[in-house]
């Protein structure tokens, strides 16, 4: 048997918001999380760098992406599927 392992890559989904740069679009994920002392729930955003080879992401689309190899500084991301 060979000793090859699957790499799991992380995923992601939120709201495209910005497409000003060519092959790169902007995505907006928020996650929800709980405090622990006072366990309020609270959201919590971070904004993407991700490929879009073809360009077919419009603004305001709710797009799919999962890591890959560094494309740029700060492309990490490739984009999966779009989901309006």
């Excluded at 799919?64 to 700060?74: A, D």
Aim: charged share 30%; glycine share 2%; proline share 2%.
């Amino acid at each position: 048997m060979s000793d090859i392992k699957k790499i799991q890559h992380r995923n992601f989904e939120g709201e495209v918001v910005s497409v000003k740069e060519n092959k790169t679009i902007h995505v907006l994920v928020k996650t929800t999380k709980m405090h622990p002392k006072y366990r309020k729930q609270y959201v919590v955003s971070r904004k993407y760098a991700v490929h879009d080879e073809h360009a077919k992401a419009k603004l305001g689309d709710f797009v799919n992406f999962v890591e890959c190899r560094p494309i740029s500084k700060t492309k990490k991301w490739t984009l999966v599927s779009i989901q309006k």
